[in-house]
Nanobody, 128 residues
Framework: QVQLVESGGGLVQPGGSLRLSCAAS????????IGWFRQAPGKVREGVSF????????????YYADAVKGRFTISRDNAKNTVYLQMNSLKPEDTAVYYC?????????????????WGQGTQVTVSS
């Protein structure tokens, strides 16, 4: 069965760091685009960071939302079927539920409707 399991969320002070993990099972994640969305209460779900399976895409293999550029880093370990999101210099505005998502055919990275599989989400709270 297909499954995405997220971990690493929690409560952190402003300026702190967290690393989110997304472990995939039931499919070969190395052939999929995998990344992260987030949604805060009362806000629209937004794309955070994504990584395609190759460097052939015209819009680039790796994507970062402007709000997280320079602070977040996405990486993947295909042998472990796992994707990570390293989050540094966290701000209160980063507070949200973070969702891992994967899709076989993704045209627009930030288009949530194109993704096939979703994790249950992990809460990230940045507060002093």
């Amino acid at each position: 069965q297909v499954q995405l399991v997220e971990s690493g969320g929690g409560l952190v002070q402003p300026g702190g760091s967290l690393r989110l993990s997304c472990a995939a099972s039931g499919f070969a994640s190395d052939y999929y685009t995998i990344g992260w969305f987030r949604q805060a209460p009362g806000k629209v779900r937004e794309g955070v960071s994504f990584m395609r399976s190759s460097n052939r895409s015209s819009d680039g293999r790796i994507y970062y939302a402007d709000a997280v550029k320079g602070r977040f880093t996405i990486s993947r370990d295909n042998a472990k079927n796992t994707v990570y999101l390293q989050m540094n210099s966290l701000k209160p505005e980063d507070t949200a539920v973070y969702y891992c998502a994967a899709g076989r055919v993704i045209v627009v990275l930030t288009s949530s409707g194109e993704y096939d599989y979703w994790g249950q989400g992990t809460q990230v709270t940045v507060s002093s």
